[in-house]
């Protein structure tokens, strides 16, 4: 289940940061991995450490974005929080996908767009409220925004 604190929190991790000195080429292999990675960078990964952007052509893994460093570190670190804050609109639905299949606690300081992508199930861990709809995700978060 994907679990959201919106505002400022205490003993959160940058993704990116975190990426840069924790990140596995083994993680590359996994088919959620690859998809995220399309989705969002609209990369290929080809093996080893080499991913093909279109934009930057071969690339190493650290030079993927912010976003997406984010999203692999929330889906391959469940145990840790992490700012999504560096993740843009188009990481979404990948929070929601990556709730689905872990139990995760991120951190968000702006009011992420969640229309669209219903129907979903997320908490809002200021106060442990359910909420299924971008609607009640909106008015739940304009409360501590």
């Given at each position: ?13 940058y993704?990116?940061?975190w ?8 993680w ?9 990675l ?11 450490s080499v991913?093909?952007?279109p ?15 984010t999203l ?10 992490f700012?999504a804050?560096s ?6 639905r990948w ?10 606690t991120?951190?968000?300081r ?13 908490i809002?861990?200021n106060?442990?409220e ?7 995700y ?8």
């Open positions: 289940m994907l679990n959201i604190y919106f505002g400022e929190m205490n003993n959160v991790s993704g990116p940061t990426f840069k000195y924790n990140y596995e080429l083994t590359f292999q996994e088919p959620f991995v690859q998809q995220m399309e989705a969002v960078d609209k990369s290929k990964y080809v093996d080893g991913i093909e952007s934009v930057l052509g071969p690339i190493p893994p650290e030079k993927l974005s912010g976003g997406l460093k692999i570190m929330i889906y391959e670190m469940p145990d840790k929080i700012d804050t993740c843009g609109p188009n990481c979404a929070l929601l996908e990556i709730g689905k299949k872990r139990d995760v991120v951190n968000l702006y009011l992420m767009p969640m229309e669209g992508l219903e129907p979903f199930e997320l809002i861990a106060n442990g359910r909420v299924r709809t971008a609607e009640a909106t008015l739940a978060a304009v409360d501590y925004l």
